[in-house]
């Protein structure tokens, strides 16, 4: 008596239809996506302790964000690895087994599941990452301006030395003399606002470098938050002759952040100058960020926020620090030869350390602040001016408070 088809293919039996199910099948497979789970789980919970001190309002959000992708990326990988690793275990081919594959054609159920779920998973990430850019809301208005000059001007500040030091090193003929002429508009002592081109071997390093510690030193000028800023432009700001630094509900600012090759200063309402950064804790700040050269890049690591500084532009920025300590702010974008020193501390404290370090900062004389970057390139014109061909870096910052080389941070 000959065997029903269905029963020898291993199908149910017969007038039920469909293939039959391998319950332990299942059960494997369910207990792997639940390891799999787990493990995924773990991983999103351990995502903290890979990163610096969540010291911002903002990184809590940016870690869950991350984390979510790091699971997800770990239960795929995970899956992916163990169906390969079961296939070459127990469902390979015998060692001289030379015969074809069984001639499956198309799955048009396989091809519906492996294309909606990466759509679903993509699709959840940029939900997340939406949900989180609307909260965040970092980043306020950016106005287009001609130049670094007219952007500290729309700014409201003055005096800073060595304006374009490197654009002018870069630039030959008309350029480097229009340079070096708006070198001098910002209350510049004549010897100190010349900047020739030395990224040549064997030139001798800028004047600009050389003359910064002898001329004597320009006052710092700052006017009024939002003056020249176009309608539309955010402008609530601090103002000085109400001391707002003791009201913890105001928004502090706005802090002009200066980039250079290779320095940072950041220039408060009140006029005061600093080579570091100075936020009191749990406060909103308002930012405008400047760059007088090239592209450079805000970014401090604790704090799990970036933004391009974008020379020819006026961008207008907020956090709120929320957590005590001293962390780095780093350049995030190659801006030339040195653009790994450029760094500096950001210092976060509490409204009652901050009004007195804003007080005896106001009593500070200006003075040239520490650079890594000038001293690297001292060294270089000391050698000869040998190796790559590069730009000199801008004159320190002229500040009331300089950076302090001998501090230590975290983050």
Same mark, same amino acid.
């Given at each position: ?24 099948? =299942? ?54 690895? /163990? ?9 390979? /081919? ?18 519906? %599941? ?7 998973? =993509? ?60 070198? *001098? ?49 955010? %402008? ?10 003791? +009201? ?24 005061? @100058? ?13 930012? @405008?960020?400047?760059?007088?050269? =090239? ?10 926020? @970036? ?23 780093? +350049? *995030?974008?190659? *801006? ?13 404290? *509490? ?20 650079? /890594? ?6 060294? @270089? ?7 790559? /061909? ?22």
């Amino acid at each position: 008596m000959s065997v029903p088809a269905s029963t020898a293919s291993g199908s149910g039996p017969p007038g039920r239809g469909g293939p039959r199910i391998d319950r332990g099948a =299942v059960l494997l497979v369910a207990l792997g996506v639940g390891l799999d789970l787990l493990a995924s789980r773990w991983l999103m919970a351990q995502v903290p302790r890979w990163l610096p001190p969540q010291a911002s309002t903002a990184a809590p959000l940016v870690d869950a964000l991350f984390a979510l992708e790091a699971g997800i990326g770990c239960f795929l990988l995970l899956g992916c690895t /163990a169906v390969i690793a079961w296939t070459l275990l127990f469902d390979r /081919a015998d060692k001289y087994d030379r015969d074809d594959g069984e001639p499956i054609e198309g799955n048009l159920k396989l091809e519906i %599941t492996w294309t909606v779920i990466p759509l679903v998973v =993509v699709l959840l990430i940029a939900w997340q990452a939406i949900r989180v850019n609307g909260q965040l809301a970092s980043l306020g208005g950016k106005v287009r301006v001609a130049g670094a000059a007219e952007a500290l001007r729309m700014v409201g500040v003055e005096g800073v030395p060595g304006l374009l030091a490197g654009t002018s090193a870069r630039a030959a003929g008309a350029d480097a003399a229009k340079d070096q002429v708006v070198v *001098s508009i910002a209350s510049m002592p004549a010897q100190g606002a010349s900047s020739q081109p030395s990224s040549g071997r064997g030139r001798a390093p800028s004047p600009a470098l050389t003359s910064v510690q002898s001329a004597p030193l320009p006052q710092p000028s700052v006017a009024p938050p939002g003056v020249g800023l176009p309608a539309g432009f955010a %402008t609530t700001a601090t103002d000085p002759a109400t001391d707002p630094a003791t +009201d913890p509900a105001a928004e502090l600012g706005p802090i002009v952040v200066i980039a250079r090759q290779w320095s940072w200063e950041f220039v408060y309402p009140d006029g005061v @100058r600093s080579a570091e950064l100075h936020l009191p804790v749990n406060r909103p700040v308002r930012f @405008r960020l400047v760059s007088l050269d =090239v592209l450079h890049g805000f970014s401090i690591p604790a704090f799990r926020l @970036r933004q391009d500084v974008v020379p020819g532009s006026v961008i207008d920025y907020r956090l709120t620090p929320s957590r005590e300590g001293r962390y780095r702010l780093r +350049d *995030s974008l190659f *801006s030339g030869a040195y653009f790994a020193s450029n760094q500096t501390d950001v210092v976060v404290e *509490s409204a009652e350390a901050f009004e007195r370090w804003l007080q005896a900062a106001r009593r500070s004389p200006l003075a040239p602040s520490p650079n /890594a970057a000038t001293d690297l390139w001292r060294q @270089r014109q000391e050698r000869g001016n040998r190796g790559w /061909a590069t730009v000199p870096p801008a004159p320190p910052p002229l500040v009331n408070v300089p950076l302090d080389l001998s501090a230590a941070h975290v983050g």
